[in-house]
C-alpha cells in the first residue's frame, strides 16, 4: 500500500469529506489513539503532563487525558485557551474531561515531575509566528528535556512547509491523523518529529481525495528491480555519457562516473572539459574518458548526464545546447541547471524536448530556476519542485533534507532517507551519476529518479548505522554503499 501525504488544506477537505459521510467522532478517534500510543510509549511508567491549546489540537489531547486517566495514569493538563472559545467539539472534549473530575492548570507546576508530555497546543490550524505565553511555552517544554509526544504535528511546526513558527517543540514522537504531511518530513520536519507515526481514524483518504503527494518507500521504488539474465552483456547495460569537469573541476565529473559505474551501466563515457584533462581515471580505469565533442559522436550513448564540475564557459553554453537537441534522456545537474536559469533559449529547447528531462538542484539551484531566494524556495519545497517540473516540462528532484521529486503532471514525492553525513561536496555528482546509470539500464526516467533518490539517501543511512558518518561521510563511499544495497535489494529480497 502506498503513504499518501497530503497538504494541511486537503487534510481539511478529508475531514470535512468525512462529516458529510456521516463520521462525527473524529476528534475522538484522534484522542484515543494518542492515549493508546503513549501508554504504549510510557512503557509501565505512570505519570503524563498533557498541554491543551486553544483549537482542536487540544481538544485532541482532551480526549487523549480522559482515556489516560481512565486508565490509571496520574494526568495533569495544562490548558492554554479561552473556554468560550472552543471549537465545538474541543468544547465537548473539555466537558468530557471535567465531568470525571479532571482539573485544569494554567501554567507547568515548578515542582512537578513527570515521564512525558503529550503535546496538544497546536496542529495544523497554526497560522502565524508564535509569541507571548505560547512562544515561552514551548521553550518551557523544550527545556524539560521529557520524551514529547506531538499530536498531529509538533506545535509550532508549519504542517505544510517544514518550517518552523519562530520555535516548535522537539518531539520524540509524532502522532500524525488521517495521513502524513510534507511538513513533517521536509526541511526541518525531521529535526522536530522524532519517530512519526500515522493514525488514519479509519478513514481510506485516497478513496475520498486524491493524493498528488506520496512517501517514498523501499516497496515502491524497489518493484522496477529484477535480477539479470544470466546471458547478459555490457550493450544490453546501457551506456551512460557524463559531461562536465572543466579545469579545476575534473572530480565532479569522475565521481558522477564512477557512480554510474558501481550502480551497473555496461559503459561509462567521461567527457572533461578542462583543457589539462588526465587520459585515464587512474582510481577507476574502466571510465572512459573522451574530449566533449567524441561523445556526441558516439551512437549507442542511453543517457547523458550534464553539469558536474561543468562551469560557465562558452563552450559549456554549445555542449549543453548540444545535449538538449539531442533525444537522449539527460540529467542536468550544478552548472547546467545555471546555464539554463539564464538561458531562456535553452529553457524552451528543454520544455520540447522529445527525450526526458531530468533536473536535480538544490535549493539555491531551484531559486535560479525560479528567479527566486533560496529563502523562499525552503518555504515551499513542494510547491517550488511541482512548479520547475511544471514550467521546464521535466523531472525534477528539489535535494536537501526530504528531497522533493516532482513530475510535470504535478505528482510529488517526499524521501525520507539520508542524513546530514550527506552534507559535504560531490555527494549530488553522486545521485546524478546514479541517476543515468538506471535510466541506461532500461527503467522509466521516473522510476529511475525516484529509485535513485531513495537508495543514495540510504546508502547514507547504511554508513551511519555502521558508525561511519555522519560526519566525515563521503560520496564516494555512498556510491558503494548504494551498489552493495541495490544488489542485496534485487537479489537477497528480504535483507
Ligand atoms: N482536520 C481533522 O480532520 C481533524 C483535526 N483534528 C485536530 O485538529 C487540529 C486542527 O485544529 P484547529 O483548526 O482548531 O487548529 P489548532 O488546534 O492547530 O489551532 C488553532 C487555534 O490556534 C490559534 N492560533 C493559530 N496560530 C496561533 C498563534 N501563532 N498564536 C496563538 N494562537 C494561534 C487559532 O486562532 C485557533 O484558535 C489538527 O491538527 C488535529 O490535531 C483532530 O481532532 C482529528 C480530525
Ligand atoms: N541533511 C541532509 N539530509 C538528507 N540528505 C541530504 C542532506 N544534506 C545533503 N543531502 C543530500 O546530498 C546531496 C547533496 O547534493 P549537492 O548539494 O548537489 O552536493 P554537491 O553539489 O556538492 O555534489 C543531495 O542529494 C541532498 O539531498
Ligand atoms: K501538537
Known sequence: MKTPIYFSHEIRQLEQLARESGISDLMERAGMAAAELARELLAGKTSVLVIAGPGNNGGDALVAARHLKAWWFKVNIVFIGETAKLPPDAANALQAWLAIGGELLDAIP??????????????????????????????????????VLALDIPSGLDADAGQTFRAAIHASHTLSFIALKPGLLTAY????????????????APALLKPNGWLLEKTEVAAALKPRPRNSHKGMLGSVGILGGASAMCGAALLAGRAALKLGAGRVYAALLADAAPAVDIGQPELMLCAPEKLFQLDHLNCLAVGPGLGQSPQAVQLLRQALETELPLVLDADALNL?????????????????????PHSAEAARLLSSTTHDIQQERVHSATLIAQRLNCLVVLKGAGSIC????????????????????????????????LIAQRLTPQSALLLAVYLHGAAADDWVEQGVGPIGLTATEVADAARMLLNRWIYSPVA
Open 110 to 147: 515548578a515542582d512537578g515531575k513527570w515521564d512525558m508530555v503529550i503535546d496538544g497546543l497546536f496542529g495544523i490550524g497554526l497560522a502565524r509566528e508564535l509569541s507571548g505565553r505560547y512562544l515561552e511555552l514551548v521553550r518551557e517544554i523544550n527545556r524539560m528535556n521529557l520524551p
Open 189 to 204: 520536519g525531521p529535526d522536530y518529529c522524532g519517530q512519526i507515526h500515522v493514525d488514519t481514524l479509519e478513514l481510506d
Open 340 to 360: 539554463l536559469a539564464i538561458h531562456d533559449d535553452m529553457q524552451e529547447l528543454t520544455k520540447s524536448r522529445k527525450g526526458s528531462t531530468i533536473l536535480t
Open 406 to 437: 516532482a513530475t510535470p503532471k504535478g505528482e510529488w514525492f517526499v524521501n525520507p532517507t539520508g542524513n546530514p553525513g550527506m552534507s559535504s561536496a560531490g555527494m549530488g555528482d553522486v545521485l546524478s551519476g546514479m541517476i543515468a546509470a
